[in-house]
């Protein structure tokens, strides 16, 4: 049967079309989708694959400026380097052949602006040996604009704030306007490295650095005063008990920042300021109130002086201290977290051109000896092991240890003996060589005083370490000690207390020599734990017959580099062979507000309470210390190392400044001593690396095409004396 055909209507003929385009739209939809995805895919791995060639370049870059920062001690030692073995550990030790190669090279000396040491820069200028040219090229960052239209503002180069601000009334990075002749030069990379004039189709990159003194520079993660500024505080712990000053220093905890001019007017930070960047940063252990809101967090005084003078700290990590609501301290861990805070407190933007986040030192005495060297320094509260009372059998084999002393029941005073002897000596022994075991605090005297000097006799020694220990300890018992050989009298050496001292022990016949010797018109005695090393410049000594002298430079000053207030030994986590500990700031800094902080405050006389050394006074001895170390820079002198023992050599270039007697002249090396230190390269380099290519046929090496780009800011401390890297941190700069 044949079916008839049906006639469609307009209807039926309009929704068919209707479904085809609907099926046209969708099937364009997708394709669009797919093409759009596929884009998109493709950006993505482009721009993966850039940040990747891009973060391997900026990694290259700095290995390489690390490794010129190294080579470049290697190159101003002497050669060959001696090897020694301190705690099983072998160490190449380099020592400078010239005390301008104590710290890195300098290619920028830009007046005003202290903190910057060197940049990339075409026909580097740099001394080449020991330094190592920079390889740039002469395509500047700033100037030279890319073939896409890129470059680094001078804004952006100092997005740290090192660099001082030419607008101080803003908060914004722009730094001084001197700063533009000296933004860094690029440097290209290619397959086979860094070179100054590639050929264009072979470059795959190029970065560009500045490097910045921040080992010179205040660790805010230490410094800065509660206000109202701390009095004496009375510490429990370390036994013994003691009254501290801030005003006697010890720590950089207690640098006045009220001393670092912001302004070419001369003003200065607010001490509240400063306390609210203190109770925000210790917030648990100076016992912030709980309910107090930020900024305005009050820390108080008494338990943030406890917490700075705790002596077994190295300040490396956060307290893990908990208060009462579960809070701990804060650390900045970056120079970013550290800029954010001082802005957002309102706080002047100029402060952190003082202020660094990032200090190591390896807290070891500068090498004296090549072949010998002493690898450790002697804690100075080990002098509370003596007391003029017999010792548990505990103590006495601690005392021993570390003073080679045994105490006589016959007598009631003590014999030197030596750490490994059971007779009397008659001379001090030599340290044994790789300091094994670890010499006595007799030896250390010895070691530090008799070189380049003859050797004092054992006496003289045993008689200052007599007189230290008078100083230190609380009683007025002038301290004995027997030597050998025995004999009938036996020979005794004296320390001294004031002029009612009581000599210790009894005995008959009376020692040699008797009674023992009166003390010096005038002689100051402390009586109590030293609160720093150059407190030891209160002692009598025998060899002279005057007060150590911490203000001349001279052997004397050699015992400044040997003991520490310190006790933290972290060998074991860090593995060095040295302590690593955190706050103590480079002298050679070129940044003189830096020491005047460090300086302001500090008692110059004793007793307490007095009045600390003023800001006048303090800026210009800073800018006489910063003055000669420029000249010739501190820690090496005399074809030696020499270490903190030239802060004797800084005080007499301050000369009457602060006073004009020994004691106010040597307030210098007390509030120096445990503050500073010579021997650790503290460094921020800023690296910016850009990946890309240029245009087939290219000849002009500023028009590259930029397709990638990474700053990082680079913090690393390098050990000038054995040339590790102690400690290093890669800081990215989000802009």
Known sequence: MAWLARAVSSRERAAALLIVLAFVVLLTGLSVAYLSRTTADRQVANSSFNQSTVDQLAQSAMDNIIGDLRQEIVDGSASPAPTVTPNGFSVTIYTPTSAAYMVPQRNVNLTGVYNLIRRSVRSDPIPSPPARPS??????????????????????????YLIPKGDVNTSDPSPTPTFNAVTPDWVFVTAAGATPSPAPADVIGRYAYAI???????????????????????????????????????????ADLTALRLTPGGSTPNPTTVSEIVGWRNYATATVPTNATFPNLAPAPSPFVTYFLNNSRDFLTVDPTLNSKGRTDQTFSTRSQLIQLVLSIGASANLLQYLGTFSRELNSPTWHSATNPISQRFQLDKISLLKPTPPSSTQAADIQTYFGLRWSTANNRWQYIGTQGSSLLSAIPTPAPNGSPRPDFFQILNYAYSSPSPTPAIPKILGLGA???????ADDVITAIEYGPAATPQPVAWGMEDASGTPMG??????????????????VVLQRPFQNVGELGYAYNPITGNTLDFRTAGSEAALLDFFTYNTSDNTATYHFPYPLRAGAVNINTRNSAVIAALLTGALPIWPPPGTGVPSSSATPAATLIANATST????????????????????????????????????????????????????????????GKYAPGETDLRKFNVTGEQHYWVHVAIDRFTGWVIDKQIEVVNE
């Open 632 to 691: 010739q820079p501190a820690g090496y002198d005399g074809g030696q190392p020499v270490g903190r023992q030239d802060l004797a050599r800084l005080a007499a270039a301050v000369g009457t400044t602060i006073g004009s007697t020994q004691e106010p002249q040597e307030t210098v090396t007390r509030a120096l001593s445990d503050t500073t230190q010579t021997r650790t390269w503290g460094l921020l380099i800023d690296v910016i690396a850009q990946s």
């Open 467 to 473: 007189a230290i220990i008078d100083q230190y300890d």
């Open 135 to 160: 390889r740039a090229s002469a395509v500047n960052s700033t100037t030279d604009v890319s073939a896409n239209g890129r470059y680094i503002t001078s804004t952006r180069w100092n997005g740290h």
């Open 506 to 523: 009894s005995g008959s016949p009376s020692p040699t020599p008797w009674p023992p010797p009166p003390p010096p018109a005038g002689y």
């Open 212 to 254: 910045y003194d921040e080992g010179g520079l205040l660790d805010a993660n230490l410094v800065g005063l509660p206000s109202p500024t701390p009095g004496a505080v009375t510490i429990a712990s370390p036994s013994p008990s003691r009254t501290a000053y801030p005003s006697r220093k010890g720590t950089v905890a207690f």
